[in-house]
């Protein structure tokens, strides 16, 4: 296991694999150590772990949810005041307005529409012309779900079949059913699920364009959307909070560091796992050697936002916002170090290796369970639940 006092590549070097393309994984609330969590912990070391990973939080905004009426969001700024938002679609600009123009392939994948994670449909230029409770823009046909277009609920998890049949996009987003979700109660299926859709790409004979096969150009980012309530001893990196003009939160961006602490803020850490040809098996990014500081080295310090910056870095695109509003979180990771490193280089810099396999904790839990579960269950398909159930 690699310190983070030890292996430090030089500043400019950039992560030695260049993978095309991009699974994320985004899971529910964490599981704690306990029997059902021992694939993830196979995960951790078999590949790499992340031990700071902060989760972001909307700080102040002026933006407002989207066209569901069963959702009518609201929002606090940092004085406490909670104002309730229209139901208007978000307007501001998303990875999708970079990958669209460089002809770089995506899908996102919900367990179902009209759900708080079916999120592009909240962004007004995917979801396009709303008809009669349907979005009808034309990039939103990369938006899938099971049943979609009154098709059968087989495959449950159509990702899965993308990847069997060769169809796997270069950027994709996945998100889990709630009963595979590791939300407390959600059965113990989250695990099997994972290791199922990691088998799938590194067990994949499927090739590129460049003849590269799945295993040997994709980065798998595996997160969770919040820490679950759990306790944390490490308190979030202090972020700089603007000030109180008029009685009303202005952010001076001018005496902040990137505006940073405007727009969102860190939160509790939450797990990220890392796979890919090129992760040193057992890595812990940010792993402590000796006395522990505070707080964390910047190198080492990730967040959702590193996600974004790293898909831009490798694909060679520019920023979400291009204006000169650092208000989105791709310009704003700490790990970036103001652009000498790459966010999250430090999960590439193995040499490439073969993949190893993550079999489920029940041999029961395969592929095909999942794929025909819903039939096979007479269950519907339903995402976890909204933060605003925690």
Not at 122 to 138: D, F, H, K, L
Not at 314 to 333: R, V, W
Request: net charge negative; proline share 9%.
């Amino acid at each position: 296991m690699r310190h983070c006092d030890s292996g430090t590549p030089p500043e400019s070097q950039l992560p030695k694999g260049n993978p095309s393309r991009k699974a994320y994984f985004k899971k529910r609330t964490p599981i704690k150590l306990a029997a059902k969590s021992l694939l993830l912990v196979s995960l951790a070391t078999t590949f790499a772990y992340a031990n700071y990973f902060d989760a972001e939080n909307p700080a102040n905004s002026n933006d407002s949810g989207c066209p569901f009426p069963q959702y009518k969001p609201s929002w606090v700024d940092p004085l406490g005041n909670e104002t309730a938002q229209s139901l208007d679609c978000y307007t501001h600009n998303t990875l999708v307005n970079q990958l669209d123009p460089n002809h770089i392939t995506w899908r996102y994948y919900t367990p179902s529409e009209g759900i708080i994670w079916d999120a592009p449909a909240a962004i007004s230029g995917i979801c396009g012309r709303v008809v009669n409770g349907n979005c009808t823009g034309p990039d939103f046909a990369n938006v899938i779900w099971p049943g979609k277009g009154n098709t059968p609920l087989i495959p449950a998890i159509p990702f899965l079949q993308d990847v069997d049949v060769c169809n796997m996009q270069q950027v994709s987003w996945v998100i889990p059913d709630t009963l595979w979700s590791d939300h407390p109660a959600s059965g113990g299926l989250g695990p099997s699920y994972v290791a199922n859709l990691v088998d799938a790409i590194g067990n994949s004979k499927c090739k590129d364009a460049n003849g590269q096969t799945y295993w040997q150009d994709t980065a798998i980012f595996i997160t969770w959307d919040d820490w679950g309530g759990w306790f944390d001893h490490v308190p979030p990196p202090a972020f700089y909070r603007g000030q109180i003009v008029n009685g009303q939160p202005v952010c001076l961006t001018i005496n902040a560091p990137n505006g940073w602490g405007c727009g969102y803020v860190y939160g509790f850490r939450v797990p990220l796992l890392v796979v890919s040809a090129y992760t040193p098996a057992g890595y812990v990014s940010g792993a402590i050697s000796g006395t522990t500081t505070y707080p964390p080295p910047k190198e080492y310090t990730h967040d959702f936002g590193s996600i974004l910056a790293f898909v831009e870095n490798n694909f060679g695109l520019g920023f979400i916002d291009e204006s000169g509003d650092k208000g989105y979180a791709d310009q704003n990771t700490i790990d970036s170090l103001g652009g000498a490193k790459v966010p999250l280089w430090d999960f590439f810099q193995g040499q490439y290796r073969g993949f190893t396999s993550i079999s489920p904790t029940n041999s029961e839990y395969n592929a095909n369970y999942f794929l025909n579960y819903y039939t096979n269950n007479n269950a519907t398909p339903q995402g976890p639940d909204g933060d605003d159930a925690d």
